[in-house]
Every structure is written in C-alpha cells, then in structure tokens.
C-alpha cells in the first residue's frame, strides 16, 4: 500500500534520507524495471552526490528483457552501475552484494593500503515507495527486517545489519516520494502499482494500459476479455465498454477496468515495461 504525499512528509524525507545518507559509502537506489525512469527521483542525484550509487532495477521477472537490457546499458553507458534484479530470487540478491564489491572497489583498495584489515562496506536502500526496498533488504539480511508497507523517509531508530561477508546495511530503507507532475507518469505508476489506488481514475488508467496491449498482444487481450477482432476496431472507450458487456460487468466499465489492471500488475498479458530506452550514443 503506498501513502498519499504532502509536502511536510516530502520536507521531512528529504532531510531524513539526506542525513541517512552520510553514514553510507554505497546507495541502492531501488526503482521498478517496468518503469525505470518514472519509478526514480530526481532528489537523489543531488542529496546523493559523491556517494557511488548502485541502480537496482527490480522486478525484472514482470519487464520485457529487451527493454531491460537496453535500460542497463544506457545507464552503464551514463557512468551509473546498474543491475537487474528479481528479488524473490537469491541469484539477485547475490548480484547485488558482488555489484557492491566492483562499485567499491578502489574504497576497499584504499583502506587495504591503510592497513584496515576487514573493510566494511555500508549500505542502504532508496527509493519510491513499492518497488521492491523492503523485500530487497529482507533478503539481504537473510531474515525479515522491513516491514512492508510505507511511511515516508527513514522511519526509526536505524541499526546496522549485517549481509554477505563484509557488507553492513541500513535496516530501514530511505522512502522518497514518486514524480507527480507529469499524467503519464502518473499513469505508468498508478499501473504499476506505484501510487495509492484511490488517487488516480482506474479507467485512464486501463485505457492507458490497453493502447499498448491491443497493439502487442490482441490475442491475449481478445481471449482474456472476450472480444473479437472487429471489436479491436473500435475506439478504446468502445472497446472498454465491449469488454465490460462480454464479461457480464453490464455497465460498470470500473469494475472492467480494475481487472485489466491487476491482470497487467501481475504479468498475465506477458512481461511489458512502459517507459521507453531513451536513445544514446
Ligand atoms: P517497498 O518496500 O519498496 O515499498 O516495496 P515492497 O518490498 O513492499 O514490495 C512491493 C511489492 O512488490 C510486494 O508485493 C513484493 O512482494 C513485490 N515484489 C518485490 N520485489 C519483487 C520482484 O522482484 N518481482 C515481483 N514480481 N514482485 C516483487 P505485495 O503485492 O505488496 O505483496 P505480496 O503480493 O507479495 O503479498
């Protein structure tokens, strides 16, 4: 369940995540593979500033790999490590702890050479609410810490956890509020599940959803709503309309539009992500 935003929690998480933040020598900025543009804040570049950064891009099961594998290399190629995880899986974890070893690689040399004879690596995760923190640091530390579940900025008393060999985390994660501004964004994430179900209309978001899905996978959307390939000519609200006769919801295209929705959040119409690989050299 994600949290509705004010700008006394956005204050207080900004400050809260900042001072977090001088106690680590590597972030975790966690963001959903699905949307790995709109699933970021911006606020992290500048509180996060000459800190190494390892970009977790979770939830990689329900993200089209192409798509992923372009993700990855775009940012490697913008000088940001970047990995993709699925977090329920131990393989991402462990991707995550060897990542943090090569991003960290010259801090650990220069506290070798200092004579520090087991350096430890402090850790932390960032990000906007739903994208996997909570169950990342569960995994991490082998055991469950993080309450799933959201309140903005680091909520209590942090302690340290230890996870792999010589890497220390933060045992509550830095929550920093989703971008807002922009609709389609908003879309993205309201499909994704990024932003509290009550703020957003189901139906813009469906129809969002369908656009893409009528035109990448007509036969799932025609078997898993009923319709035909003449009623795929119709306009998206016709069309929503039709699905919500064929599927006996008489006229409560909501109700159509919820499945459509839960249906995408669970990866039942294949593995999609909706932001596009901006172009690079
Ligand atoms: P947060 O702390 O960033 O807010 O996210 P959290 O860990 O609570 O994860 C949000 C939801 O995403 C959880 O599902 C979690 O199980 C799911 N999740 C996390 N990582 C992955 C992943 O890599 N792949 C997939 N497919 N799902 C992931 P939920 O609906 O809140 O609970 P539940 O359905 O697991 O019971």
Same mark, same amino acid.
Request: with cysteine.
């Given at each position: ?17 900042? $001072? ?13 593979? &699905? ?9 992290? =570049? ?14 990689? @099961? ?36 060897? $990542? ?9 040399? &220069? ?31 082998? &055991? ?21 060999? =010589? ?14 501004? @922009?609709?389609?964004?908003?879309? %993205? ?7 509290? @179900?009550?703020?957003?209309?189901? =139906? ?17 959307? %025609? ?39 839960? =249906?995408? &959040? ?16």
């Amino acid at each position: 369940a994600t949290i509705q935003w004010y700008p006394g929690h956005m204050a207080k998480a900004r400050r809260q995540v900042t $001072e977090a933040l001088t106690k680590v020598d590597i972030i975790y900025e966690i963001v959903d593979a &699905r949307v790995p543009e709109s699933s970021r804040n911006p606020l992290l =570049d500048e509180i996060g500033q000459g800190k190494k950064r390892l970009l977790v891009l979770n939830k990689a @099961d329900l993200a089209n790999p192409a798509a992923t594998q372009g993700f990855i290399e775009y940012y490697q190629a913008q000088g940001l490590p970047a990995v993709a995880i699925d977090a329920q899986h131990t393989k991402g974890i462990q991707r995550i702890i060897a $990542e943090t070893h090569t991003v960290l690689a010259d801090y650990i040399d &220069r506290q070798k050479t200092k004579g520090v004879r087991n350096v430890l690596l402090r850790a932390m995760c960032v990000g906007v609410p739903n994208v996997g923190k909570s169950t990342i640091l569960n995994r991490l530390a082998g &055991r469950n810490i993080a309450q799933t579940g959201n309140t903005p900025g680091v909520t209590r008393a942090q302690q340290w956890i230890k996870t792999g060999e =010589d890497i220390s985390l933060l045992d509550t994660p830095g929550i920093l509020w989703p971008k807002f501004e @922009d609709p389609l964004v908003g879309k %993205k994430l309201a499909l994704t599940g990024g932003i509290k @179900d009550t703020l957003f209309h189901a =139906d813009d978001v469906a129809l969002f959803a369908l656009e893409t899905l009528v035109a990448q996978v007509p036969d799932e959307v %025609k078997h898993l709503y009923r319709v035909t390939d003449a009623d795929l000519q119709q306009d998206l609200p016709d069309l929503l309309m039709t699905m919500t006769a064929r599927l006996g919801f008489k006229d409560d295209y909501d109700r159509t539009s919820w499945v459509i929705i839960n =249906d995408v &959040r669970k990866g039942k119409l294949g593995r999609f992500t909706w932001d596009a690989v901006p172009q690079h050299a």
